[in-house]
């Protein structure tokens, strides 16, 4: 009798492991983590080639989502991950900039606003994109990586022309 009950528990417990492992767990986490921008190399402009990464409802918007992205870490968090080329601090250290100029920002990164003045592709061919299929969904949401250029010195000299940033 002990050793059916043994059996019967040892099986319910395979069962039970065989089923956790059927259920991607990666694809769950994923989903949740937070992909920043990662510095690929500086040119001699002071422009920043960064692989960005962006969510939207189908590629074409997770792309444009990507591009504000790298623009908006520059601007506001600086970059940190990646090679070490890249200028780590951001463009803006004032606190909360974000809700003091947050109408002038909300009509910079609109789809046809002003940061699409200071990216541009790597290189300067044709956009770069590349697709991470076991990361690319989180419900309706699909993931995409560009690697673009960021034009650090331009977007510096507009946010000082703007009286953004104080120089």
């Not at 059927?22 to 989903?31: E, T």
């Not at 001699?44 to 990464?53: E, P, R």
């Not at 991950?81 to 900039?97: H, I, R, T």
């Not at 002003?114 to 969904?137: C, L, M, T």
């Amino acid at each position: 009798m002990k050793n059916i009950i043994a059996i019967g528990t040892l099986s319910l417990f395979v069962v039970i492991g065989l089923v956790a492992c059927k259920v991607n767990p990666q694809r769950h986490i994923a989903g949740s983590y937070k992909f920043e921008s990662e510095c690929m190399g500086v040119e001699m402009d002071g422009s920043q080639t960064l692989k960005a990464w962006g969510r939207g409802r189908n590629r074409i918007d997770a792309v444009e989502q990507s591009k504000k992205n790298a623009v908006r870490d520059v601007i506001f968090k600086g970059i940190r991950n990646g090679k070490s080329d890249c200028n780590q601090k951001p463009l803006l250290f004032e606190v909360n900039a974000i809700e003091k100029y947050e109408d002038y920002f909300n009509l910079f990164f609109t789809d046809k606003g002003a940061y699409k003045e200071f990216i541009s592709p790597k290189d300067g061919n044709d956009w770069h994109i590349q697709v991470w299929k076991d990361r690319k969904q989180e419900g309706d949401q699909e993931m995409y990586g560009t690697t673009v250029r960021v034009l650090r010195a331009q977007l510096k000299q507009k946010l000082i022309s703007d009286n953004i940033l104080k120089q």
